[in-house]
Every structure is written in C-alpha cells, then in structure tokens.
C-alpha cells in the first residue's frame, strides 16, 4: 500500500542502526547526535512542530494550538491540507520531529518522540544484534524485542535508493551540515513514469539531494529513513516524494558533540516482555501500528477549526 510505504519511510529517522564497520581514526566515534525532520510545504508540519508530544495532554496541546489561530489562518490551513494525499496528510502526523543518537564505537542507540509514541532503539554492530522499544506516549502499551540486522533493514528501510533505480550524480556542492563539511550527491528516478503523479505518493521517491561526511562512518546511514548505499556518513538527505517536488522530506543533523558516551546513555530500560522479531514478527508488527497510530486510527486527519 502506498500509504504504508510513506508510514515507513517516515519513521523515525533513528528507528536504525545496522551494520558492521571499523571507523577511521579521524571519524566520528563517540558522542551525542541530534537529527530534526521535516515537511517543508506541509501545512501540518508547520502546525505539530509546535507540539510537544513529552509534555503530555496531545488533546489539549493541540485544541489550544488550533484556538490561536486566526479565521483567515484555519481557512489557509484547509485549503493547503485538502490538496494532500491520505499518505502525506497521516505521514506528517506520525512523524518523529527530533531524535539524539548516542554513539561509543560499534555501540549506539536513538530515542525520538513523535505525537503518539516514544521510541528507542539499540544496536550492537559488532554483533550485528539490537533492541527496540516502541511506547504510547498516553498509554501504558508498549512493545519491546531484540533484532538482528538483516530484520531490521527489511522492516524499516523499506524505500531502497539504488544505482539499479536512480541516475546518480556527484557535484561539487558543499555545506556546513551541523558544523560537518558535506557534499552533495543527486538521485533521479530513471523512469519518471515509475514516479508519483501530482498530489500522489509511491514506493520510490522521484528524486534525493544526498550530503555525505567524511567526517562521520557510513555505519550511521542505517539510521536513517531511507536507505542509501553511499561510502560516506549522511549528513542530510532531501527526499522529493512527487515529480513537481512539491512533497518532501528532510533529515539532517542538527548538532553534533563529540564527547564521552556512558553506559547508562546507551542503555534501554524495558518493563515487561522482550520478544524476538524473528520469532514474533507478526505480534510485533501489530503491536507496533496500533501505538504508532494511536487515537488516530479510523480517524481523519485533525484540522483546525474542526468541530
């Protein structure tokens, strides 16, 4: 379903940590990540980055949110909402806003929080092994389970970025991504008939603007929510979801600290069960939406000045 497809390739964009590697002296291999994502031209982007789902009271948050507005300023809201698809509309309201990576060598783990769930993720690349746990931020549910690395770049990454696909790039165009020197790559969908028409969303992006360090391990790149096979760390990737680019998404580092990383940082307290996604992929999966789509299943998307 393409709904699904866009569902996943928002997730958090440090749902993943995947992979082996051995990282050079001069990269990046202790310290605290900061990654932001956004909708840019999503009027519902604009509206829930203003929400802070730690807080608690999401209702209420978002009621007060919709008050403040102006009649002229629901109305704008509307009309720029109704020109969505379904998939971009529930795909904004999933969204994780900012995420912290915790990284010590072959170590990681990422926590982010979206309106409807809390998320935290662990993975061991030297053993190639991890741990997941997904929590409702207004509920008691929650789902725990360990993974290995082939699972979990199946389940998460599921849009795949290939030379096999897209006509790849380099330029010469460089950036300060987080105070990292980066460069950027460009991925066009070879066949734009394969692409999204207008308003419209599938499983492969039209296009990518890809910024890579070498800076940071490329080990980082299974963080993030679409998977690219580039040599280099990423340090931002652009996603244009529909031909006109009018439908995207962007990931990057925010900061980046290079300090010690204990081992309460990288640590994942779990209460209750901790399945194995081999053996209980199905529970997991349905576990897995009913948090992440919370009170929002069956439901249209909120609109201000809805009743």
Same mark, same amino acid.
């Given at each position: 379903?393409?709904?699904? *497809? !866009?569902?996943?390739?928002? =997730?958090?964009?440090? +749902?993943?940590?995947a992979? *082996?590697?051995?990282?050079?002296?001069?990269? /990046?291999?202790?310290?605290?990540?900061?990654?932001?994502?956004?909708?840019?031209?999503?009027?519902?982007?604009?509206?829930?980055?203003?929400?802070?789902?730690?807080?608690?009271? !999401?209702?209420?948050?978002?009621?007060? =949110?919709?008050?403040? =507005?102006?009649?002229?300023?629901?109305?704008? /809201?509307?009309?720029?909402? &109704?020109?969505?698809?379904p998939?971009? *509309?529930?795909?904004?309201?999933?969204?994780?806003?900012?995420?912290?990576?915790?990284?010590r060598?072959?170590? $990681?783990?990422?926590?982010?929080? &979206?309106?409807?769930?809390?998320l935290?993720?662990? /993975? @061991? *690349? %030297?053993?190639?092994?991890?741990?997941? !746990?997904?929590?409702?931020?207004d509920k008691?549910?929650? +789902?725990a389970?360990?993974?290995?690395?082939? #699972?979990?770049?199946?389940t998460?990454?599921?849009?795949v970025?290939?030379?096999?696909?897209?006509?790849?790039?380099?330029?010469?165009?460089?950036?300060?991504?987080?105070g990292?020197?980066?460069?950027?790559?460009?991925?066009? !969908?070879?066949?734009? %008939? $394969?692409?999204?028409?207008p308003? %419209?969303?599938?499983?492969?992006?039209?296009?990518?603007?890809?910024?890579?360090?070498?800076?940071?391990? $490329?080990?980082?790149?299974? %963080?993030?929510?679409?998977?690219?096979?580039?040599?280099?760390?990423?340090?931002?990737?652009? +996603?244009? /979801?529909?031909?006109?680019?009018?439908?995207?998404?962007?990931?990057?580092?925010a #900061?980046?600290?290079?300090?010690?990383?204990?081992?309460? @940082?990288?640590?994942?307290?779990?209460t209750?069960?901790?399945?194995?996604? $081999?053996? @209980?992929?199905?529970?997991?999966?349905?576990? #897995?939406?009913?948090?992440?789509?919370?009170?929002?299943?069956?439901?249209?998307?909120?609109?201000?000045? @809805?009743?």
């Open positions: 379903m393409r709904t699904r *497809s !866009l569902q996943a390739a928002l =997730l958090p964009a440090t +749902v993943v940590l992979t *082996s590697f051995t990282p050079a002296a001069e990269n /990046f291999t202790q310290g605290v990540i900061t990654t932001r994502v956004s909708l840019p031209g999503n009027p519902y982007d604009k509206m829930l980055s203003q929400i802070d789902p730690t807080k608690g009271d !999401l209702k209420g948050q978002m009621e007060r =949110l919709a008050a403040s =507005l102006t009649p002229a300023e629901q109305q704008q /809201f509307q009309t720029e909402a &109704a020109k969505l698809s998939a971009m *509309s529930l795909g904004a309201l999933m969204l994780p806003r900012k995420g912290t990576l915790y990284c060598g072959a170590q $990681a783990r990422a926590t982010t929080d &979206a309106l409807t769930y809390h935290e993720n662990f /993975f @061991d *690349s %030297a053993k190639n092994t991890g741990l997941l !746990l997904l929590k409702a931020q008691p549910d929650q +789902v389970y360990t993974y290995n690395a082939a #699972s979990v770049k199946r998460w990454q599921s849009i970025v290939t030379e096999v696909d897209y006509t790849v790039k380099p330029t010469t165009e460089t950036a300060l991504v987080a990292l020197p980066s460069q950027k790559t460009t991925y066009t !969908l070879k066949s734009q %008939a $394969a692409a999204t028409e308003g %419209a969303t599938d499983q492969k992006p039209a296009a990518l603007d890809v910024w890579t360090s070498a800076q940071v391990p $490329a080990a980082l790149n299974f %963080a993030h929510p679409v998977y690219v096979k580039e040599k280099l760390g990423i340090t931002k990737l652009v +996603v244009y /979801f529909d031909k006109e680019r009018k439908q995207r998404m962007v990931y990057e580092f #900061s980046v600290q290079r300090k010690p990383v204990t081992d309460q @940082d990288l640590n994942i307290k779990t209750g069960p901790v399945l194995d996604y $081999a053996k @209980d992929e199905m529970q997991i999966a349905g576990k #897995s939406l009913g948090i992440m789509l919370g009170g929002m299943g069956g439901k249209s998307s909120p609109s201000p000045g @809805d009743e």
